[in-house]
Each structure stands twice: as structure tokens, then as C-alpha cells.
């Protein structure tokens, strides 16, 4: 019997997976008419004109004498900084490579208000959010620059948070970790996003990431590695490797293609790893992983609830012969947001570990030792936890201040651009409104921080 819901269970995820990549929220299934549809079932909560009639007024059309610095500047949204591609053809959008653009940000409130490329560059980015009706992108400059006064680089992520319907999982979690001072932690700001002329809605723009001097600072040709957790994606022309005793599977981010020695190196590394773990001697483990790092990301993770997390796009990286824990990366299907069908039916559930439940983290764990250093920072950073939900003495809750800055670009993804509140997949059925989407978050969060607190002061030994 035992094997039988088993068979079951695995048929549900394959289906349900299958329908999450062909499925909802295709942009091939996204037609005219059911955007409009959408557009009219979203209940409107602040006066905004229809799609088709703000972009009927004259200073919305986009002229070859006028300059996308002026349309971007006339276009009535200067709460957050505008960027616009533009491309001789859309459709040449694709995954695979990149092609030429012109890229323009339009910043209001910053020191050097507008930033023009003529020789940028364009690409379609995401895995399972490539096939989404609202694009991510990849933008490549001509040359470096500090863009929205984030760190100077070239190479830039536009994500479209589609199964996020909030907006704010991923800025939540990247906020939180540049509060805790997690090395390499990808800087984010907030934009509206056109392409040829057309609003596409609310983006939040990321630095990469990358092994560069000021993102991930690595050196590869010294022996140093940037893996990508991958349990069992498998992509062409990515190379995987196994942990030997824990079969802990990383893909190799940096270097891409390895050589024989750099792969026998990286076997090396992980055969360490695992052995030291083995030992249960938090002392033996010190010596080739980086505790702090590992606590942090994986705290992070289990706080939030991240369904990604220890599945894909968690990192790790080798720096002189040590392993460590992040960059942190990827936390749309975070905070209750995941189809259940996908995967178990407690996946939302705030009371309930997952983080923790697999993979070297859960073994960590089983040291004595490890388990109080990570319940003990899950104590330490409670005021910083509680604020993200609700206000303490640290101030306004980062919910509210994210409100308070970028509510009506928030809005407007729905009610001008038109995306909609439908599940795109992966995600979970929304609410029906934005505020009530916002507001389910808040709430989980509340009730997973008092679930967590409580476990981890069980461990150590600490009565409620």
C-alpha cells in the first residue's frame, strides 16, 4: 500500500509539473481577450484608466523624434525609475542568446538621472518562468555602470516575479540577508519595465550573480568554485557533480565547463566535505566548511519556507579551500506560495520544517554542537524577524515600508499592465485582490516565527 501512494504521488508531480511548464500563465494561452478578462476580474483599489485608453493618449505614443528619455519622463509614472528596451523586433526575444538593444533608465530621484545604451544587449532568462506570459530578462550593457546606484557592473537580471502576485517574496528575502551581512547578497530596486513602447508592468532589477570582483569574488583559475544546487535538473552543456557519501548533487556555475583536473579537484573538495560531516565533530567540520555561512542561508531559507531551497538555484562556493554557504537566490515560491499539488500537501504550512529535512543541512543538524549555534541565531535575530510582519521597536515593518514606497507601482502591474491574479503553475491559487495577497503573507510569516521560535528554543532545551 505504502508503495502504491508512493507511485501516486510521484504521477501527481510529473502531471503537475508538466502543467506548471505547458501550463497557466503561458504566453502562448495569453491572448488579447483573456488579458482583457483579467484586467476587468481584478477588483480596481485606486482610479487608474483602462490599459487601452492610457496608451491611446499622445504621450504614450513612443515617435521616432521623440526620445525614450522624454517618454519615459512624460509618461506620468515617476514614483520609481522607468527602463526601456527597445528592440528592432520582439519576437527575436528568445532564451538562448542575446541580441542587440537599446537600453534607457530613466531614474527620478537619483544623481545621474537617465542612462542611454545604444550597444546593450537582450535576452529571455528563468527556467520554468521563461514559459510565463510575463518575460524575465537578461540586459547586457556596453560597458559598466551603477545603475540606480547599486554596484557598477555590466550585466543586469529583470525579474518578473509572475508567481509571486505580492511582488515582495523576493525583495523580503534579499532585504533580510543584506541585513544580516550575507557575503555576495545580489543588490535589487524596484522599476517599471517597457519594451518597444509597451508597459510591461512591475520588475525588480538585480545585480548578478556572478564571480566578479564586486559580486561574487572568487578566483577560479586559483582553484576556487560557484556551484548551483541541482537535485535532478538536467540541462545541456552543464556539468554535474555528486557528493560521495550524501549524493549531495551541485551543478558547476563557475568554472562552466571544468577540466579533468578542476573536476578532480571539486570531487576532492566534496569528498571532504561529506567525510567531515560523517565525523559528527563540528571541529572536523570547521575546517572545510564555513558555519556561519551555512547557518544564515539555510536559516533564511527555512524562515521563509523557500520550496526552491535545497532543490535548485541555491549556491555554494569554494574560496581557498573552504566551502560556503550562498549567495542567496531565488524565493518567489517561498512563504506559503507553492502548488500543493506539486508537491505535498503540508508545503504550506507555517507550522512545519523543510529546510532542515534534507540534504547536508539536515545532517549539520544532527551534531549536537551545530543545532544550538543555529537555534541560538534564530533566538539572537528575533527583532529583526518580528519586524519584517509587524512593527517593534526597530520601527515600521518592512512590509509597510515596501507599501508605503511602491504600492501603486504594485498596482499598476495589475491594473495597467493587466497581469492578473491566476495561478501561474507552480503557485498556489491566489487571492483576489493585491492587498489580500500581501496580507496572507504578513500573517504566515507571523505564525511561522512563532512555530520556529518555539522548535528552536526546544533545542536548546529552553521552556516556553
Given at each position: 500500500m505504502q508503495n502504491v501512494k508512493k507511485i501516486v504521488a510521484g504521477l501527481m508531480m510529473m502531471t503537475g509539473l508538466w502543467l506548471a511548464w505547458e501550463g497557466g500563465c503561458s504566453a502562448e494561452e495569453v491572448t488579447p481577450d483573456y488579458k482583457q478578462l483579467i484586467r476587468q476580474s481584478v477588483p480596481v483599489q485606486s482610479v487608474v484608466k483602462s490599459y487601452e485608453d492610457l496608451l491611446s493618449e499622445e504621450r504614450f505614443q513612443k515617435t521616432p523624434d521623440k526620445p525614450t528619455e522624454v517618454f519615459l519622463m512624460e509618461s506620468g509614472y515617476q514614483d520609481i525609475p522607468q527602463v526601456m528596451i527597445e528592440v528592432t523586433s520582439v519576437d527575436k526575444i528568445n532564451r538562448e542568446e542575446y541580441i542587440p538593444a537599446q537600453?534607457?533608465?530613466?531614474?527620478?530621484?537619483?544623481?545621474?538621472?537617465?542612462?542611454?545604451?545604444?550597444?546593450?544587449?537582450?535576452?529571455?532568462?528563468?527556467?520554468?518562468?521563461?514559459?510565463?506570459?510575463?518575460?524575465?530578462?537578461?540586459?547586457?550593457?556596453?560597458?559598466?555602470?551603477?545603475?540606480?546606484?547599486?554596484?557598477?557592473?555590466?550585466?543586469w537580471y529583470l525579474l518578473a516575479n509572475r508567481y509571486d502576485k505580492s511582488l515582495v517574496r523576493n525583495r523580503l528575502v534579499l532585504d533580510l540577508a543584506a541585513q544580516m551581512r550575507m557575503d555576495y547578497t545580489p543588490e535589487s530596486r524596484y522599476v517599471d519595465l517597457?519594451?518597444?513602447?509597451?508597459?510591461?508592468?512591475?520588475?525588480?532589477?538585480?545585480?548578478?550573480?556572478?564571480?566578479?570582483?564586486?559580486?561574487?569574488?572568487?578566483?577560479?583559475?586559483?582553484?576556487?568554485?560557484?556551484?548551483?544546487?541541482?537535485?535532478?535538473?538536467?540541462?545541456?552543456?552543464?556539468?554535474?557533480?555528486?557528493?560521495?557519501?550524501?549524493?549531495y548533487r551541485l551543478a558547476f556555475n563557475e568554472p562552466e565547463n571544468p577540466t579533468e583536473e578542476q573536476f578532480a579537484a571539486a570531487e576532492k573538495i566534496l569528498r571532504g566535505v561529506d567525510e567531515a560531516i560523517a565525523s559528527r565533530d563540528l571541529e572536523e567540520v570547521k575546517k572545510v566548511l564555513d558555519i556561519d555561512s551555512f547557518i544564515d542561508l539555510h536559516l533564511v531559507n527555512e524562515f521563509f519556507k523557500n520550496q526552491d531551497a535545497d532543490f535548485s538555484s541555491t549556491r555554494f562556493y569554494v574560496k581557498d579551500g573552504r566551502m560556503y554557504a550562498g549567495p542567496l537566490w531565488d524565493a518567489d515560491l517561498s512563504m506559503g506560495n507553492v502548488n500543493p499539488w506539486l508537491y505535498t500537501q503540508d508545503v504550506n504550512d507555517p507550522d512545519v520544517l523543510y529546510v532542515l529535512q534534507s540534504g547536508?543541512?539536515?545532517?549539520?543538524?544532527?551534531?549536537?554542537?551545530?543545532?544550538?549555534?543555529?537555534?541560538?541565531?534564530?533566538?539572537?535575530?528575533?527583532?529583526v524577524l518580528v519586524n519584517i510582519y509587524e512593527d517593534n521597536e526597530l520601527g515600521t515593518n518592512q512590509i509597510d515600508l515596501l507599501l508605503e514606497q511602491y504600492g501603486e507601482a504594485f498596482l499598476r502591474d495589475s491594473q495597467v499592465a493587466g497581469w492578473g491574479f491566476v495561478s501561474c503553475g507552480l503557485d498556489k491559487t491566489p487571492k483576489p485582490t493585491y492587498r489580500e495577497n500581501v496580507e496572507e503573507i504578513r500573517e504566515w510569516l507571523k505564525i511561522r516565527n512563532e512555530w520556529l521560535l518555539a522548535y528552536m528554543k526546544g533545542l536548546l532545551g529552553e521552556a516556553e
Open positions: 537600453v534607457t533608465v530613466v531614474d527620478p530621484g537619483g544623481e545621474n538621472r537617465i542612462l542611454k545604451d545604444i550597444d546593450a544587449q537582450v535576452r529571455i532568462r528563468g527556467n520554468f518562468t521563461s514559459k510565463r506570459d510575463k518575460k524575465p530578462y537578461n540586459i547586457k550593457l556596453s560597458g559598466k555602470a551603477e545603475l540606480l546606484g547599486m554596484s557598477a557592473g555590466k550585466k517597457w519594451l518597444n513602447g509597451t508597459y510591461l508592468g512591475n520588475y525588480l532589477i538585480t545585480t548578478p550573480i556572478d564571480v566578479k570582483k564586486n559580486l561574487v569574488d572568487i578566483d577560479v583559475e586559483e582553484g576556487d568554485f560557484l556551484f548551483e544546487r541541482e537535485r535532478s535538473r538536467v540541462e545541456e552543456g552543464v556539468t554535474y557533480i555528486k557528493s560521495p557519501i550524501y549524493g547536508w543541512i539536515k545532517e549539520l543538524m544532527e551534531i549536537d554542537e551545530f543545532a544550538r549555534l543555529f537555534a541560538t541565531r534564530y533566538v539572537e535575530l528575533q527583532d
